[in-house]
């Protein structure tokens, strides 16, 4: 992590915690990179009942959900006393992360035509038995 960066403070309005990490361009406690990471990832996620089908800037919304990955394997590699609870979300980032940037990258699959995890109707069989 970088020396700089544990001396400052979060930017978040009156919160006073030291800074884990930093995540566009603001240095946030680990709570507040996780909640803005979390927000964010909702907003983006064509699943999630908070998306607007609004234009997307593809560009910007792979670069902030690489980035929020990539800070969020930093941390759970760099920080030694985080609780089971703190680790859980940090991998739950990387996951989400990993299947919205997934998504992004298909250039067969738009974001109408998603469906969440699990909910597809029946998976294909990848060999049939023999009678």
Same mark, same amino acid.
């Given at each position: 992590?970088?020396?700089?960066?544990?001396?400052?403070? *979060? #930017?978040? +309005?009156? *919160?006073g915690g030291a800074a884990i990490t930093s %995540?566009?361009?603001?240095? %946030?406690?680990? #709570?507040?990179f996780l909640l803005r990471c979390y927000a964010k990832l909702?907003?983006?996620?064509p699943r999630s009942q908070k998306f607007h089908e609004d234009p997307v800037d593809l560009p910007?919304?792979?670069?902030?959900?690489?980035? *929020?990955s990539q800070k969020a394997l930093e941390i759970s590699l760099q920080s030694? +006393? %985080?609780? #089971?609870?703190?680790?859980?979300?940090l991998l739950d980032i990387l996951l989400w992360s990993g299947e919205l940037f997934v998504l992004l990258?298909?250039?067969?699959?738009?974001f109408a035509?998603?469906?969440? %995890?699990?909910?597809s109707s029946k998976p294909a069989r990848a060999a049939s038995p023999r009678t």
């Open positions: 992590m970088d020396t700089k960066l544990l001396e400052r403070i *979060c #930017n978040e +309005n009156a *919160c %995540l566009d361009q603001q240095a %946030l406690c680990l #709570n507040h909702e907003a983006v996620d910007s919304m792979r670069a902030f959900i690489e980035e *929020c030694e +006393n %985080l609780s #089971n609870l703190e680790r859980g979300r990258r298909a250039p067969r699959i738009t035509d998603s469906t969440p %995890l699990g909910e």
